[in-house]
């Protein structure tokens, strides 16, 4: 097994066929071939089923760890050819999607001024989708809400964010500052669906609290929540990082008692430490987090 096979079979995977892995690799379709014979006859295993081109579950498996071994080649590679004052090489990072509308863009530009030579590869999605890419080396890094329990992942809090009530500027509560989880009783509200994470934590407080929940609709998606409440068509609880200040023309974040902070942390793999590259994305996140944490509402350090 050589690391031109893996190459391979990561080619095939990613561009659908052995001709167009050929072109991408700039070779014949003889040599993807031969590589993928030799690989299939070491192991002694069909990878990729030849009448269909598409993986098989053996191959599946195979195509996982290949990736994991490419990426520490692509790590060990920028490691060595970084020093203090000139990193380089690949950063994969997960990102939960209401922290990567306002950490990523600026992220980018410090990274851009600071460390030209990374080079960030950001993948967007829940916590219980990007922890397992951590754990298996697929990222690097992630930023997640907690609780995520897993030995082989190292944690460090970067913020809590409190739970807050987006209302119009017409909404009876808008003008309040603040009001408890029981001033929600019976009030319509645009909630995520039922079995949502965050719905989860709602419910949970208002049962604590004898609170009835009245649900105007149901909305899978964070930004469309608050998009819907900026625009005047109800009333929403969502996370502080779901809009900046900038954003709330047309509504008011209330803060709500009764409603527990979310924390968001970095999370990355125990071994193997984590590339230089990786080092100094997570300074300039952790410097981008700390201007936002003195700026915007209902975001706190989470070392409180």
């Known amino acids: ?9 990561i080619a095939i995977a990613d561009h659908g066929s052995f001709s167009a892995a ?14 993928i014979g030799r690989l299939e006859k070491e ?4 990878l990729i089923d030849r009448q269909t081109g598409r993986m098989t579950d053996d191959g599946r498996r195979v ?10 080649m692509d790590d060990i590679r920028s490691d060595m050819e970084s020093n203090d004052h000139d990193v380089s090489g690949d950063v994969r990072i997960g990102v939960i999607g209401t922290i990567a509308r306002w950490a990523i863009p600026p992220m980018l530009r410090q990274m851009a001024d600071s460390h030209p030579r990374v080079h960030a590869v950001v993948t967007e999605g829940s916590s219980s989708a990007l922890a397992p890419n951590v754990v298996s080396g697929l990222l690097n890094a992630a930023i997640l809400h907690l609780p995520i329990d897993d030995p082989d992942l190292v944690i460090e809090p970067l ?13 009876p509560l808008s003008e309040r500052e603040s009001i408890d989880i ?3 009783d019976g009030v319509p509200l645009l909630l995520p669906p039922a079995g949502a994470g965050l719905r989860r934590i709602i419910e949970r407080s208002s049962l604590e609290r004898g609170v009835s929940l009245n649900s105007l609709a149901e909305v899978d998606s964070m930004r469309l929540l608050a998009a819907l409440a900026v625009d005047g068509h109800g009333a929403t609880i969502v996370p502080a990082t779901a809009l900046s200040e900038t954003e709330l ?4 974040m209330v803060h709500v008692s009764g409603l527990p902070r979310r924390r968001v942390a970095w999370v990355r793999r125990q071994r193997p430490n984590p590339s230089a590259a990786t080092r100094a994305v997570h300074d300039v996140i952790s410097n981008v987090i700390g201007q936002r944490i003195s700026e915007d509402q209902g975001l706190h350090s989470g070392e409180q």
């Open 22 to 35: 050929a072109r991408a690799l700039y070779t014949v379709q003889s040599n993807v071939s031969a590589h």
């Open 249 to 252: 023309v047309g509504a008011a």
């Open 63 to 72: 195509l996982e760890r290949a990736r994991r071994i490419m990426h520490e």
């Open 182 to 184: 029981t001033d929600l």
């Open 159 to 171: 913020f809590d964010e409190e739970l807050l009530l987006l209302a119009p500027h017409d909404h």
């Open 43 to 46: 192991l002694g295993s069909t």
């Open 1 to 9: 097994m050589d690391f031109r096979q893996l190459s391979t079979l």
